[in-house]
């Protein structure tokens, strides 16, 4: 199975499930989680169902395209289900089978993972799942987002597309994995990861990124007084993302972490605050 | 408590033609059956297990107690998928005694027409009692209604159906989390519920579950519900399917299977992975183990020992395998049931563990292109250690400072000073280091690594990886792991003082069980890695150094002197926590074990009386170590005659000290006109030398005797004869001096020996 057919599989799956196949949010993001599908379609009690494609920025995991595992951008598959159906893990296991896997042939685990993003204040249990021990996904069952304990219980189960087509295609080498016709994945990646590390290891401007960061973050703060709850979010995920490219160019010190961390969630925080009062009123009308 | 009388006019007496009284059904034989509990679940963390396996034996054990419900055995087993209760011989009925519960005041419980109010009939439903089985007690604080209830029995398989949900709320996890909307807290959601008592399916609901006498198998993979008969069959019919249940017998067979495994590989499973806690892990990890062999590249063995454990173990949970203590490319993997292709899986294992060491390869590559180790240290500034602190080049800069006064403290060679000071300096240099960063805990032992190629000497490199210590026993139960070497301890000390002292110096301590920086455990070690290499640990001289130096050279810490004071303090009170005795000097040995933060493990030893570190700590303390000394000598000399006469001695000097000022420093010989003050003084003078001496020398156990034996008799008389407190000013103040200069002569050197409460014991015969 191809790596578009792979997606193309789990979208067809998961709208057979009631999922809406949400499309990439087109800012820079370091997971599936910070999309605002996720982000406000955990919040509340309105059930929601999702599904999306999500490419995933991690500077630091820049490997000059050299590891066949790890990519400093790379696609993430998310589904989020609110509330979680009792049956949630046969039904994944089941979408691993429809993406064409043989599961009796693997070893499968779900390891624990105490999952958390202290940058948006969420966190939540599950697994990571292993497939004969490479973690392939993570599943987990939200407790908080924004620092709010949940009203309704979401599940969230994040694919690592390009390493459960390895398993398909039996490939060990990422750059080898077939995309689509006549085309790698390496063909249509490798070229950016090495251009991409050199940047956020050796080239990326530290003081504009510093600069950047202020200004995004002040720019969400003005957002949040004129109530402008999407405007204002787009700002904090520009902040998280600066502060990962600050932290590759190793420009973050072990102090400073977490305060540039409690500067992100704080923004977070009051974005949920919002999004739950707007709920509300909505609700009441 | 009342039994037959209470049941009269109830619904147990109008049974009227029933000629058993409660009281003989007591006696009868109660039949017996086994509970078989299991509470099925979604994939258990590992580590949560045990604990959990645990407690449901104990709950099950208090919560069959305290219902009047005997039981010959309680087991409890765990799989990830499973916690199973088994409760062999469980009695059949609960008999409950007959009890008498006290309700509201008579007042409150009847209306002025003598009718039962809303009060009484409110508590009457919650103790599921009815209004004949009360009546009006009279007591001191007046008049009250009481439910006197009868004695009950109940069938076992009803007490179950409301018991064992309890049982499952009472389980506890360190990490607990919601899964639907009955709001049911657990460590990971719970699927089903299989209750069987006997043959007897007991329906209990939790959440929005109710036990069915079915169970599931197959892992998630391949779920099959499989009706269970009885609790007998239920483990043959597991057994079949593969799973073994009992949490021992599994470990045991990994453990056998690993170890055939890496002796067909032409070694032996690395031990440290057995003892590091990943066999019991792994153990904890699957219900159906099924072993399988492998190979990395052996390119990769150029990686450290500790790199490579490290990526096998922790990465992937796989064991590793060595011959001759040198690790080899091979690795022992349990998986999860039988996969159909193991020979796929095995590929796969192999590739990624390849993927992990090639990544670790290329960041010891990277590092060593920077070496060395001093260029790496340079990087340091970039590393906070604390915003108001500055970095850790700033930390290493102090840590040099602080060896000075420890390294004369210790004497050291020129050589070893030389030593200490490059290790001070290159400590936390690893900190930058690639490997580092992927691997945080190997930190100090990346270090002594790149020291070693830095062609730093061995000294230097093993006290590196030796200052983060001490660290738990790797196994769990047993000593701490210490500091072997001089350098190493010296390290040790100066960078848990330097990081006790900063955070101090900005107001930061430990209070209650607030510890975020670990200040608590920095200070316990410092006593533990200087108690166990026995040197001086002179807490004045580190605080004059420390005290010239961020955060108190500058406006930062306002309370310079008080910091220093609390330090000290601090540092001495950890005395208290100390696992006293302490172990003898020097490294422990794998038979020592029991080295908690509270003192266990003592058999014959003395007792650890806590008064002895009061009487120390009321005495000159700057060196801990010497404190430490004087303690277990006092501890030592429990019983012995000569520490009461000696503490009796202390003890009055400091009565009459206390009552009278003193301005005469010195004793004047020529002013004691009488025989016992003379004969007192003449023992003070010609042996208060030796008293000093032995004290010196750190004989202590011999100078407290000596000093009781000099002195209880002689004193004994002179405040039998001679009154110190006379109008006469002169002759008083001669008198003090002469009390003072005995008393300082022994609390001014070892401990104030009025502190001991078996001079209170005494006087309470």
Redesign the interface.
Known sequence: MQFQQLIRTLDTFWEQRGCVIVQPYDVEMGAGTFHPATFFGALGKRPSRAAYVQPSRRPTDGRYGQNPLRMQRYYQYQVILKPTPDDVQSLYLESLRACGLKLEDHDLRFVQDDWESPTLGAWGLGWEVWMDSLEVTQFTYFQQVGGIDLDRISCEITYGLERITMFAQGTSDVYKVAYGPKATYGDLHLANERESSAYNFEHADVAFHQELFAKHEQDAKRLLEAKLLLPAYEQLLKCSHTFNMLDARGAVSQSDRPRFVLRIRGLAKRCAELYLEREQTHEKS | MRKAKSARGSGLGARGKNKKTPNSELRTPNKTADLLFEIGT??L????LPGLIEQLSREASSLFQAQHLPVERIESFGT?RRLVLIASALAATQRKPGEEVRGPSKQASYDKAGKPTAALLGFLRSQGGTLGQTKIVKSEKGEYVHLARPPSSTPTAQVLATLLPQLVGRLRAP???????SGLRF???I?WLLALYGETPIRCSLGRLTAAPVTWVG?????RSVRVSSPGSYRIMLKRAGVILEQDARRGVIEQEVTRLAQQAGGAVVPETISHGLLEEVTH??ERPVPLAGRFDSAYLSLPREVLLASMAKH???FAVESGGNVVPQFA?I???S???PN??RK??E???N?RL??SL?FWKEDHARLPLLRMAESLS??????KLG?MAEKSVRLRALAEPLAEAWKLTDEECGHLRKACQLAKADLVSAMVKEFPTLQGVVGKYYAKDSNEPAAVAEAIEEHYLPAPHPGGAGPPRLPRTLIGSALAIVDKYDTLSSYFGLGIMPSGDQDPFGLRRAAQGIVEVAWAIHRALPLDQLWRTRVSMEPFRSAASKDAAGSGHRIHRYLLERLYTFAWPPRPPGPPSAAQTGAGDEPSGRGGEPAPESDCIDAVLASPCDNLIDAMDRIVSLQQLAGHPGLRKAAKVIERTRNILRGAPLRQPQVDPARLAEPPERKLWDVYASNHERVARLAAEQSYGEATTLFGELFFEPLHEFFDRVLVNVPDEPLQQNRLALMQAIHTLYTERIADLSKLTLLQREETP
């Not at chain 2, 963390?45 to 949560?48: F, N, R, S, V």
């Not at chain 2, 990490?175 to 909307?181: G, I, L, P, S, V």
């Open positions: 979604e994939e963390p590992a580590a949560y990830p990490k607990t989390m919601r899964w639907d909307e460590a990971r959601p699927r892992g998630p993979l391949n779920p990890l699957v992937q949970r796989v993997a998986l999860e049931g996969p159909r292709k796929d899986v796969v294992i590739r990624i563990l993927a090639a990544d290329m970039g590393v906070g250690f604390h915003e970095s």
